[in-house]
């Protein structure tokens, strides 16, 4: 016969630990096309660009997440 356990006897309490966060992005590329519209001509580019997202984290014991807006 097996004793049952005891209701609560390993009741673990998780706590939800929100917070702000930001994330910054840079990014840099350079690019080149032939334009029809400019009898044919070539183009070459660059472009760089800095992206700053506000978020917000979630954490439990055994997982994190990640919203972020932008």
């Known amino acids: 016969m097996r004793a049952s356990p005891v209701l609560g006897s390993k009741l673990r309490v998780c706590y939800l630990i929100p917070g702000f966060t ?15 519209a400019l009898n044919d001509t070539n183009i070459l580019g660059r472009q760089s660009s800095i992206t700053a997202m506000p978020g917000w984290r979630f954490k439990r014991a055994n997982y994190e997440v990640t919203v972020f807006a932008g």
């Not at 930001?22 to 029809?36: D, E, H, I, P």
């Open 22 to 36: 930001v994330k910054l992005l840079l990014n840099s590329g350079a690019y080149g096309y032939r334009a029809g």
